[in-house]
């Protein structure tokens, strides 16, 4: 396994990565200026057919490192007169495995608009739950050149012989950690097992538990790993806030409205828990949107679309909204309720804060959340002062007795304590102060 751990790009620019003119003057399109440090480090060995283990912050530009080179090899190929497969039929060249039906849409979107001026000569379908598979079925006839499914549906259209996986001849594995839980094992062992064994195989993930990492030398053929911790991540301001059992809401609610936060995504552990949070929010005058598993796929996609358009301001959700959704310019993210799993909590943060844009990741936990963030903590590596909001002060007879500990009384902007609130602002940095205060600019693409 060859290691690259660098911090910083090897690259100033896409065209020192080896990228054909198409892709190059699609990438000037969308205004990418130079590569993040994963594209930088990765594009080059995946147009070498390398298999890969690439980790990476969120929002650090995944999708672009395996689907531009993807997209050039299959260009190639077929310039150069050589069919994607080797048979004719519904078969697909290249697989990109996916845990939600909305990454599914977004990734193959994103393929789409990298392929612009390949003048259609790459084929791309997503397939995935939740629609009428009719569609689906009519869009595999002939096969395609990249296919990106969940991997329920893909079994289901396999089984329909709407399609043929014999001749894969690259596998993708995006949010990685995910597809190789205990959630995915079995469809996944099932899949592979319809696979051919030779092909380039490419992880991609922000996290990978030791428990994966052992199951990667099963799939993998002496691996190109690249770990790197973009910069960008620096833009990310992450804060804790303890609070009284019981006040979660009406401490969330304070911080929106004193704040004016125009977008927040806020994290909930159950498909219930989003309707009761909503029906709590909305008696403190707060208008908010749901969004979970139990919402048919047509509901769920336009609430989507209407949160990312800014038509609406609130929007809870749980963890299907964590995995490599790609929100533009999303200022907030909040946990109201921790994640089960220290991994998740990694995820949901990612939501804000990407490709060097400004972001705020905020806690709400009381003395019952207060060990579990402690683990949360320990395992990303990372320790963050605990805080409290003013006028929402804990009472210090109900809790542990470290629970308490470094915990400054922040008075958010508009609170009235001016005095207090101009103190507090001179300890921050600069970008710290101006996420607080919401007066957040970024030229950023």
Not at 9 to 29: Q, T, Y
Not at 270 to 284: F, R, T, V
Not at 290 to 317: C, P, T, Y
Request: hydrophobic share 40%; proline share 4%; glycine share 6%.
């Amino acid at each position: 396994m060859t290691n690259d751990n660098n911090t910083a790009s090897s690259s100033s620019c896409f065209s020192e990565l080896g990228l054909i003119s198409p892709l190059l003057a699609r990438l000037v399109d969308l205004e990418y200026k130079q590569p993040t440090p994963i594209q930088a480090q990765a594009i080059p060995s995946v147009l070498n057919g390398s298999d890969l283990i690439a980790g990476a912050n969120t929002g650090s530009g995944k999708t672009a490192t395996f689907a531009l080179p993807l997209l050039q090899q299959l260009f190639n190929a077929k310039s150069s007169g050589k069919p994607s497969t080797n048979k004719k039929g519904n078969y697909a060249a290249t697989l990109v495995l996916v845990p939600t039906r909305e990454l599914a849409t977004q990734v193959a979107d994103s393929i789409r608009s990298y392929a612009f001026h390949l003048n259609g000569t790459v084929k791309t379908v997503a397939v995935f739950g939740g629609v009428s598979v009719n569609r689906q079925m009519l869009a595999l006839r002939g096969g395609t050149d990249i296919l990106v499914a969940t991997p329920g549906r893909l079994l289901d259209l396999i089984s329909s012989n709407a399609i043929k996986l014999d001749q894969v001849k690259t596998l993708v594995l995006d949010e990685a950690d995910r597809m190789l839980s205990l959630g995915f094992t079995e469809e996944l062992s099932a899949l592979l097992a319809m696979m051919p064994k030779q092909k380039q195989t490419l992880l991609f993930s922000a996290t990978f538990p030791e428990q994966v990492k052992a199951l990667t030398s099963k799939l993998l053929n002496n691996p190109v790993e690249v770990q790197v911790q973009s910069a960008d991540a620096s833009t990310l301001v992450q804060r804790v806030f303890t609070v009284n059992k019981g006040q979660k809401t009406a401490a969330l609610a304070h911080l929106i409205k004193e704040n004016q936060w125009r977008q927040v995504l806020v994290f909930v552990n159950s498909k219930s828990g989003c309707s009761h949070l909503a029906s709590k929010l909305a008696k403190h005058d707060i208008t908010a949107e749901v969004f979970h598993g139990n919402q048919g796929q047509g509901a769920r996609s336009r609430v989507l679309q209407a949160f990312k358009d800014g038509e609406i301001e609130v929007l809870i959700a749980t963890d299907i909204a964590a995995r490599g959704l790609d929100i533009e310019k999303l200022p907030v993210v909040i946990n109201y309720d921790l994640p089960r799993s220290p991994a998740d909590y990694m995820h949901r943060i990612g939501r804000s804060g990407r490709a060097g844009e400004i972001g705020l990741a905020l806690s709400l936990i009381d003395y019952e959340d207060y060990h579990h963030f402690k683990i949360i903590e320990k395992k990303n590596k990372f320790r963050l002062e605990r805080e409290e909001i003013a006028g929402f002060e804990i009472d210090e007879s109900l809790i542990d007795p470290d629970f308490s500990a470094n915990k400054p009384v922040v008075p958010p902007p508009g609170s009235g304590k001016k005095k207090k609130a101009k103190k507090a602002a001179k300890k921050e940095s600069s970008i710290y102060a101006d996420i607080w205060s919401g007066n957040v600019k970024s030229d950023s693409k």
